[in-house]
């Protein structure tokens, strides 16, 4: 590989894995557990759903939720433990350690009143986002550092077509803000920023054949995210060579759709949901960078293929309600990686997950409750050969994962 197209392969690569690892809704870093009931569940909570929280994850189901209007605002701390990587990188030896980081991620969820069949919901989250940095300079060729912001904000709607079957939809407003950098010393520097604002949608049904059972679907769309933002460094390789470049470009990248079959019935007072998910990785074909630059455009603006698959997850959920004070949940799922051997890379080590979760509502009055859940993502170990594996990486991922804890307030009207 001549030294021009290795340089526009690793910033593509480390720029758009970035912002993949930060929106994906798949295995690659997803947060789909926006709420104590859904992380203390392992999102198996679709079916299920009964709270202000129904809003975001069935919003059909809101015409089923008791109470004349309902609120859940609530903050989840992530912490990334240290991924390990033991290995060597184009027959270079890069032993090397990722950073362990901390984050805090508000979020607030809100079903109306019922207004005949009807029913109005809002919910502010942010699905996806956390970070990714190392300092070894093998790692720091492609992966200085990865960070991004995801929001969304989903205004939903309900309509009751029978007492036993309901619809519901809403707009996925989604926002991203996020920085990449990358370093080669006497290279190439790379500092990256850029942000979108971004629209979808959602659609859900549930259908109950019995007061004890209920069946949904759920669909989230496909959002391309048309990042645009600004792009700093120099680059000391190749001809011509740039001293300081300051420069706009962009990248387009899908947030795929994604779609959930859940069945929950309920035996006496315990609950249990079962759920698959099905996510379209498979619309994530190629990286297709551009730069205003000319010069920095034909360095690194080709676009590659990346070729990632669609993936299964399964999850598993049990509610039981201990007495009029306290319900307890715990969950289980195991979640699939998008991401092939042939192009995985340090901007997104990722592998299958076992994800373990349990916590608890604490009702404190008729109006008031409080809740607390706590979520273990295991990921497996990962070997890496090459070939295939186009980054020249040969070697083995252990560790990384996350632990998320929650704890949140909700009010009943």
């Known amino acids: ?75 989840t701390y992530i912490h990334l433990p240290k991924v390990e990587f033991r290995g060597s990188v184009a027959g270079t030896p890069a032993d090397a350690d990722s950073k362990t980081e901390d984050f805090l991620l508000p979020y607030f969820h809100y079903v109306s009143p019922k207004v005949d069949r009807w029913r109005f919901g809002l919910s502010l989250t942010e699905p ?8 070894n300079d093998v790692q720091k060729m492609k992966a200085e550092e990865f960070t991004l912001k ?42 990256m920023t850029g942000d979108t604002l971004e629209v979808g949608y959602n659609l859900a049904l549930s259908y109950r054949p019995q007061p004890e059972t209920t069946l949904s679907a759920t669909y989230r769309s496909k959002v391309d995210l048309n990042l645009e933002g600004s792009a700093t460094g120099f680059i000391a390789v190749g001809s011509p060579q740039l001293p300081y470049y300051d420069t706009s470009g962009g990248v387009s990248v899908p947030l795929p759709a994604s779609l959930v ?15 698959y998910e099905r996510t379209y990785w498979s619309a994530y074909e190629k990286l297709d960078f551009h730069f205003e630059n000319a010069t920095v455009d034909a360095l690194f603006g080709s676009p590659i293929d990346k ?10 959920g049990v509610t039981h309600r201990y007495d009029e004070k306290w319900t307890l949940m715990a969950g289980y799922a195991y979640d699939e990686t998008p991401i092939p051997e042939r192009t995985l890379g340090f ?3 990722d592998a299958d997950a076992h994800i373990f979760s349990c916590g608890a509502i604490m009702q404190i009055d008729e109006s008031f409750e409080a809740g607390f859940s706590i979520l273990y993502d295991h990921k497996t170990e990962r070997t890496i050969h090459a070939p295939p594996n186009e980054n020249g990486i040969n070697g083995t991922f252990k560790k990384g994962g996350a632990i998320l804890t929650n704890l949140s307030l909700g009010y009943r009207f």
């Open 347 to 349: 901007e997104l080590p």
């Open 261 to 275: 079959l859940a069945a929950a019935h309920t035996f006496g007072d315990t609950r249990v949901e079962i759920l």
């Open 1 to 75: 590989m001549n030294e021009s197209k290795f340089l526009s392969r690793t910033l593509t690569l480390l720029t758009v894995g970035a912002i993949c690892a930060a929106t994906a809704e798949a295995s690659a870093y997803k947060i789909p557990e926006q709420s104590t009931r859904s992380m203390a569940l392992s999102a198996a909570y679709v079916a299920g759903a009964d709270s202000a929280d129904a809003s975001y994850f069935n919003p059909a189901n809101m015409s089923w939720v008791e109470g004349n209007a309902l609120l859940e605002a609530g903050l």
């Open 128 to 135: 996806g986002g956390l970070s990714k940095k190392w300092y």
């Open 307 to 316: 070729q990632w698959s669609d993936t299964n997850t399964f999850r598993i």
């Open 150 to 191: 995801v929001i969304e904000i989903n205004p939903t709607v309900s309509y009751a077509v029978t007492p036993n079957f309901s619809i519901g939809g809403g707009l996925r407003g989604v926002y991203s803000d996020g920085k990449v950098k990358a370093y080669l010393a006497g290279a190439y520097a790379e500092n």
